[in-house]
C-alpha cells in the first residue's frame, strides 16, 4: 500500500472513530461521515467518485443557480452535482467542481465549530512517516451577511511532492459564506500531483 493510499485511508479510520463531544452537532457529523464515504475513500479521484453516484443512483442536480454554487464556472474539465439522501430536514450535496474537479460536500446547515474540529481531527491525527501535514490558510472574515471561516491543509508526501489538499468553509448561518446560497458548510478535497510520480488511482 503507497504512503499516501495509507494515509488517506487512515484519516477515514479517525473519522470513524470520532468523540461524542465533537459529534454532539448532527449536522456536522452527517457532513463528515459523508465527505468520509465519498471525497476521501475514493481519494478524489473524479472517475470513482462519478462511478460511485451512478451506482448509488444519486440525482443529479441541473438548477443553472444551485449548479452555479456547486459545480462553478472555472473553464477545463466539466464538473457535476448531486443530491445526497438526507436524514433529516436539510439538504447535503455532492459535487465534482468544474476545472479543478475537486470533490466538494455541503451542508445547508451544521454547527461550523463542530465541523471544523472533524475536520481538524481527521486531518491532524492521520500524519504518518514520510508525509508532511501543513496549514496553507486560516482565516475568519466578516462578509455582508455574517462571520464566516477558511481553513486550507495540505497532505503532502515528501518523496513525490503528490499529495492531497482540503478546504473547509463555513458561515455562522446558512448563505454567509455562499453568496447567500443555501449553504452553511463544504468540506472539499483536490489531489494534488507528484513531480516525481502520480497518485495512485
Known amino acids: 500500500m503507497t504512503l499516501l493510499r495509507w494515509a ?16 454532539a ?14 471525497c476521501l475513500r475514493r481519494l478524489g ?55 479543478t474537479q475537486t470533490c466538494a460536500v455541503w451542508a445547508e ?12 481531527k481527521m486531518i491532524t491525527e492521520a500524519a504518518r512517516p514520510g508525509t508532511k501535514v501543513s496549514t496553507d490558510e486560516d482565516q475568519s472574515f466578516p462578509t455582508a451577511t455574517g462571520k464566516s471561516r477558511l481553513l486550507t491543509m495540505s497532505v503532502i508526501d515528501g518523496t513525490s511532492g503528490g499529495g492531497y489538499q482540503f478546504t473547509f ?9 455562499f453568496s447567500g446560497a ?4 463544504s468540506m472539499q478535497l483536490t489531489r494534488i500531483e507528484g513531480k516525481k510520480t502520480k497518485l495512485p488511482n
Open 8 to 23: 488517506a485511508l487512515a484519516l477515514c479510520a479517525v473519522l470513524g472513530s470520532a468523540t461524542p463531544v465533537l459529534a
Open 25 to 38: 452537532d448532527y449536522n456536522a457529523e452527517v457532513i463528515s461521515q459523508f465527505f468520509n464515504a465519498t
Open 45 to 99: 479521484v473524479p472517475d470513482d467518485i462519478r462511478a460511485w453516484a451512478k451506482d448509488t443512483r444519486l440525482v443529479q442536480i441541473v438548477e443553472p443557480n444551485a449548479v452555479n454554487t456547486f459545480v462553478g464556472t472555472t473553464p477545463g474539465a466539466k464538473g457535476i452535482a448531486w443530491m445526497l439522501p438526507s436524514p433529516n430536514d436539510w439538504k447535503f450535496t455532492l459535487s465534482i467542481r468544474s476545472g
Open 109 to 120: 446547515s451544521g454547527d461550523p465549530a463542530t465541523a471544523e474540529g472533524l475536520f481538524r
Open 169 to 177: 468553509m463555513a458561515g455562522d448561518r446558512s448563505g454567509t459564506f
Open 182 to 185: 443555501p449553504v452553511q458548510i
